[in-house]
């Protein structure tokens, strides 16, 4: 993407049909530190990258709850993403007061998409600069979503944004027709599987990550660090290396293929939010 | 500290006086009593007012005067009116306001949301029970206007959405107003068209929410509602009254059959009625309403709400019995001419 003369506006339309605007939006999503999701029938796990700016400073917070039963995970603008948060909680505790009932997710999220989406047509706003994984509980059982600054919104049974989510993807497409049928621990463990895809090679600790799981008898909770470190020395000792080597190997490959590999998958984001 | 008590226990009027440099400026607390606790509720009002201070200066007689008969909703009005008038004389405000006890006056003048409202048209108790395989309802066809037995055909039960069933007595027309707002809440739960919908609990608390919220603004929807339905094989019975106080029990009844069935429903009620035993026990219980309640009439609908479905019956009468020794020349042992 190069700059032209149409993208000065978020009310401006290229003769190509793109929205620019929009479409850099999504480019800071990727800018952000990277975030997975995925979801069995009962159980969802959202888990990031949390890496601290220096050694002196504390990590930034990715990982939100909502609600008992609806968690968020951001990548981009964290301070969108931060104000996103809290429209959500809003939303669900006014729900909650008139009808002392859960809100379902679905609704939440076209909410959170219809939200997104008017700052994509008023000439006064920009739209958001945060993706947001939401995952959560509805009458049919766990459900994970993907929402964008575009203001479209997609269910996945597993999904990762963020920079260097690609390599997360890759993993998650191999091993997601297991999940619906997982258990809740090895839905944990295989989001920390993919966190570690993400970090190319350097040592996956429970410092640089954190992971949250909500499930059908389970609130939203976030894991501590110590039952994190916890599980990741479990999976590191059973000796599941053959992924990670995969990937290196992957990685080494090129710095060029990896960015080419970007670039193919961002040309491709680009056009699918155009595309309905 | 200057506490001044109205005499009716009704309006107690705590000032505090604050000096600072000539002027005296005074704070005029208004709290207010409930008629039935003695225990003193949080501020209604609170007035700065420069002139409010020389009223303080005016004799108890008067004070007293003012506390009486007028509770929380009209002492606010007063001060409203109070301040409206301010540089007038105080004891010509004052005489205004005793001498004008018309309660709703003082009230309507205002022109906001304070209203009083009657019931013109009513429907007497509907009553709700659990049973087996979901719930069951009984209601007369009943429309009384004031003594008269005015509507003989008013529908009272009435289907919200595909898992509840609400019962209503009280105004009908706020019924009515009530069936509006359902209808709304039902549409745009279907418009969102994804695979959740209301069930009867959301409703039930819908509903608490709109009859407190228009109670807090003393226009009452004048009605007490019976809520009931099955989700999921979740068995739902709530009430809501037209002050807002609501609950969910086993079995509920509105008006007299809070009185007249409810005493028979917790002898009788079992957890494991079969349909048929339940609509015996309602129509014992209608049958008693009948007897004794006023505004009752000879002709009721029983709704039935299941996992599957809905269904109100068509209208029917239950037998009675009239052949008791004492209704047979009654007036054998009357004196005079009663």
Known sequence: ?276 | MYTLLGEELNLQITSHFHSSQQKLRSTIVITSRGCRSSKPSSPIFRVDCESVFDLLKLSTVDYQSLGISYHAMSCHVIMKKFLSRKQSEENGVFADMVSSQNESSLLSSEGDSQRTQYPYVTGTSVIGIKYKDGILMAADMGGSYGSTIRYKSVERLKQVGKHSLIGASGEISDFQEILRYLDELILHDNMWDDGNSLGPKEVHNYLTRVMYNRRNKFDPLWNSLVLGGVKNGQKYLGSVSMIGVHFEDDHVATGFGNHLARPILREEWREDLTFEEGVKLLEKCMRNLLYRDRSAVNKLQIAKITEEGLTISEPYSLKTYWNFAAFKNPTVGAEGSW
Not at chain 1, 21 to 50: D, F, P, W
């Open chain 1, 1 to 276: 993407m190069f700059r032209n003369q149409y993208d000065t506006d978020v009310t401006t339309w290229s003769p190509a049909g793109r929205l620019f605007q929009v479409e850099y939006a999504m480019e800071a999503v990727k800018q952000g530190s990277a975030a997975i999701g995925l979801r069995s029938k009962t159980h969802a796990v959202l888990a990031c990258v949390n890496k601290a700016n220096s050694e002196l400073s504390s990590h930034q917070r990715k990982i939100f709850k909502v609600d008992d039963h609806i968690g968020v995970a951001i990548a981009g603008l964290t301070a969108d993403g931060r104000v996103l948060s809290r429209y959500m909680r809003s939303e669900c505790i006014n729900y909650g007061y008139t009808y002392e009932s859960p809100l379902p997710i679905g609704r939440l999220v076209v909410q959170l998409a219809d939200k997104a989406q008017v700052c994509t047509q008023r000439s006064w706003k920009r739209p958001y600069g945060v993706g947001l994984l939401v995952a959560g509980l509805d009458e049919s059982g766990a459900h994970l979503y993907y929402n964008c600054p575009s203001g479209n919104y997609f269910e996945y049974q597993a999904f990762a944004i963020g920079s260097r989510s690609q390599a997360a993807k890759t993993y998650l497409e191999r091993k997601f027709e297991n999940f619906p049928d997982s258990s809740r621990d090895d839905l944990i463990k295989d989001a920390l599987f993919a966190i570690r895809e993400t970090l190319q090679g350097e040592k996956l600790t429970s410092s640089v990550c954190t992971v949250s799981v909500v499930g059908v008898g389970e609130a939203f909770n976030i894991l501590g660090q110590k039952t994190v470190q916890a599980l990741i020395n479990e999976f590191e000792i059973s000796g599941e290396e053959a992924p990670a080597t995969v990937s290196a190997a992957e990685e080494a490959a090129g710095g060029d293929a990896a960015a080419a590999d970007q670039g193919g998958a961002a040309a491709e984001e680009e056009a699918a939010p155009m595309d309905i």
